[in-house]
């Protein structure tokens, strides 16, 4: 069974331009979510998506999207990057959502904006 | 509002002694409770979740939580770590009027020296 599992493992990009960070969901699983861990702190939830559609979003501005495919992989697309979003950006799938379900984390993605 | 609190960034200890790390959280509502651990350089890996049941869990490389509901607490303890505990630990609550969200404390620095 293959794990969560993320691209590219490492980003430099300079502010204002758009960045697209990829995850694939562990098999059998339905749901990613979408966390911003900077540097020192916990996990910040970004969004989630079910079955294509996104079903709780957290506190990040529009310029953070995101897209589930119908394999249930997932994309998170940042447009107009800002210094503050350098950070380790993680993906977890789940089977279900539930509210029992337990997220499985992807290694992430460092992305550093300069 | 919601929040989790780990007060202690760092923690060193010695080897085959034991641990206590702590986690306090705030919610309005009911919460299931998370301990996570982040390698260097990894994703986050679940230790041990509290869903309902006994309050006090185990995983299976020797720690425990407990939680505490007059406290609001679900402390992380092991009765003897190895220098292979060496980590960060991070306390999660999921409220449980809300499916797709985990909120993380800021983590904690597990040292463990020889």
């Known amino acids: 069974e293959t794990g969560v599992t993320q691209s590219p493992t490492h980003l430099i990009k300079t502010r204002g331009q758009q960045v697209t960070l990829r995850c694939s969901s562990q098999s059998g699983h339905n749901t990613v979510s979408w966390y911003q861990q900077a540097l020192g702190q916990g996990p910040q939830f970004i969004f989630q998506?079910?079955?294509?559609?996104?079903?709780g979003r957290g506190n990040f501005p529009p310029r953070f999207s995101g897209l589930q495919f119908p394999n249930y992989s997932s994309e998170l697309n940042v447009n107009a990057l800002e210094l503050d979003d350098s950070a380790l950006y993680l993906c977890?799938?789940?089977?279900?959502?539930?509210?029992?379900?337990?997220?499985?984390f992807g290694p992430g993605t460092r992305l550093t904006v300069l | 509002a919601q929040s989790v609190t780990q007060l202690d960034s760092q923690v060193p200890v010695f080897e085959e002694a034991p641990v206590e790390l702590r986690c306090n959280y705030s919610?309005?509502?009911?919460?299931?409770l998370f301990w996570y651990v982040q390698y260097p350089n990894q994703g986050l890996q679940l230790l041990l979740k509290?869903?309902?049941?006994?309050?006090l869990v185990e995983s299976i490389n020797g720690f425990e939580a407990e939680f505490n509901k007059s406290q609001t607490s679900f402390h992380l303890r092991k009765p003897s770590v190895h220098i292979s505990d060496t980590a960060e630990y991070f306390c999660a609550v999921r409220e449980m009027d809300s499916s797709y969200k985990l909120i993380f404390g800021s983590g904690t620095r597990l040292l463990v020296r020889p």
């Open positions: 509290y869903l309902s049941g006994s309050t």
């Open positions: 919610s309005s509502v009911s919460v299931y």
């Open positions: 977890a799938s789940s089977t279900s959502g539930g509210i029992t379900d337990t997220q499985y």
């Open positions: 998506y079910y079955r294509e559609e996104e079903n």
